[in-house]
Structures are given as structure tokens and as C-alpha cells.
């Protein structure tokens, strides 16, 4: 009797994501934040990224059974071989760095690259030659060591994981905890490329997780990594003929635009110049550069909404007439 080579069962993946949806909708949503009051008649609030349907955004791809038997072997996986009814030769053993494993009677085998059922094959084969008479071996991947994928940054759980069969981003960052409310707008998947060196694919993370665009879904690769960085805060100070001067924090991942900033500080006041509204900006010699700005020809559209830098003051001056 021979026991089948594959007579495991491989685990569904579970339906649901905990994809860290809040972190996603809270970018979305930050625009809602920044521009929820009026900067005086005529202003417009931030518009805001569409929320879409806050459901998990893509359904998982189940487990590829198929694809993981044929998975050919690499070096640190765990893989446990067994002779039927010969206990003595049943090993569990880790690839080396070399592709190699070290077995009783046959020494050591060069094993990488072989699938689970060309290994057998070839242990069949090396036993039978001086041995065993048509002997039963069985070999089952127990650890995929050598497919993994690393997560980084803003996700819940960061670390290193198997592929255990297909995946995409979006059950990667699942298996990592999801992400995390510091998570910023972009994330990057860092593979080798094809002629060394490394290659960077950057993936917004609203089109992704909010807007469910398939095509930023990636299908993982072994020895990729999946970099989310931690959003960082800018200051921007408004100053001068507004209800309420002072300091505004913004997430970098959300540039505030000199419009919504005012609106942000309460809306200029009826005495407010909206002809000439300075933005104060320090540049890298450590001088300061003055841009000025006519807020009613940008209600209008007449004239772009300038994005505003960290450590921009926004400076409103009175009108005495």
C-alpha cells in the first residue's frame, strides 16, 4: 500500500480581511476634517476622497492546492519524508542554504529546485538501487521557508510570513494585522528585479483599499517586501484677520492648500484683505520667500489654491477701508 504523496489537507483562507479599513477610511476622511468650516462667504469646503463601500475590498483568493504541491523545494524548508513501513528512515529535515538535505543510507542530496513529487521520485529511485525493493516514500513541505514575504511599517502585526500558496497585497496585509491609523497614503512592494538590483512598486493606498482598483492588487512574489510607511505630521500657522490664529496639524499624506487652511482657522473676518493673503515660506539657505495670494480669485478659479508646506505661516492682513 502506498500512502499518497499529497495526503494533506491545506486550510481554506479565511473570507474576511482585517485589512485596517478604519486606517484606510480615516485617510479618506481627513480631507472632511480639514475642511469642515467656511473661510467667509464663498468658500468651499475640502472635497473629499469618495468613501466607497467600507466592505472588505477585494474577496481572498482561496489557497492554490494545486499550485503549492508543485511548489519546487527551497532552501530552509521544512520537509518531512517517510518510507512506508520503514520507521527508521522517516526524517523531518530543513533544506540548507545549498539546496541540500543529509538522509540515512543515501547521505547528502541535492534537493532545490525539485518539486515534492520529483523528490520522491528521486528517493525512490537512490533507495531502490542498493536498498529497498520498490520502496513507498513519501514527502510533504511541512515549513515554506524559502517563499516568504516580509511586512513592514503601519500594519498591526509586522513581520515575516509564508506563502503558503498564491497571495495577494490585500491578504498580506490581512495576515500582518492590517493597517494601522499612522498608515500614510502610499505603500511600496520591494522585489528583486530581473537583472539584480531591487525594484519599487508604489500602491495608493485609498485606490486600493476604498476604491478596490484590481489592478493594484499585486500577486506576491517570494522575497517580497511590503513597505507602509508612518505618516508624519506638517504645521502650518495662520496669522492675522482670521477668528481663530494659530498652529493646524495636518498628515503629510493630506497637503493642505492655503484655502483650506483659512477655513480651518475659522474663515477670514469681515475686516480681512483676501486680495493680498501672504504665505510666509522658509527655503533650505534659511531665508524666507513671500508668495502672495488673492483668495477671491481663487474662490472664483481664477487662479490655482496653492499647497501649502510645512512650516508655512499664512499671514491674512486687515483692510482699513
Known sequence: ???????????ALAAALALGLTAASALAARGDASGGSEAGAGTEARPSTPPGDLKAPAVP?????????????????????????????????????QGTISLPLLGEILVGGLTPMELEVRLRDELAKKYLENPQVSVFVKEHGSKKVSVLGAVGKPGVFEMLGARTLLQVLSEAG????????????????????????????????????PALNLAMQPGDIVSVPIDRPIYVYVDGAVKTPGRLEEESARAITLVQAIARAGGATERANLKAVQILRKDKGG?????????????????????????DVVVVAETFF
Open 1 to 11: 500500500m502506498k500512502i499518497g504523496p499529497f495526503a494533506t489537507a491545506v486550510p
Open 61 to 97: 483568493i482561496p489557497l492554490d492546492e494545486a499550485a503549492l504541491q508543485d511548489a519546487p523545494v527551497g532552501a530552509e524548508d521544512l520537509l518531512e519524508i517517510s518510507v512506508f513501513e520503514i520507521p527508521d528512515l522517516t526524517r523531518t529535515v530543513r533544506v540548507s542554504r
Open 178 to 213: 492590517g493597517l494601522t491609523k499612522e498608515a500614510g497614503a502610499q505603500l511600496y512592494v520591494i522585489r528583486p528585479g530581473p537583472e539584480g538590483g531591487d525594484e519599487k512598486v508604489t500602491v495608493n493606498v485609498i485606490d486600493l483599499m476604498i476604491n478596490r482598483d
Open 287 to 311: 531665508g524666507q520667500t513671500v508668495l502672495t495670494a488673492n483668495l477671491n480669485r481663487i474662490r472664483k478659479g481664477k487662479d490655482p489654491d496653492p499647497v501649502l508646506q510645512d512650516g
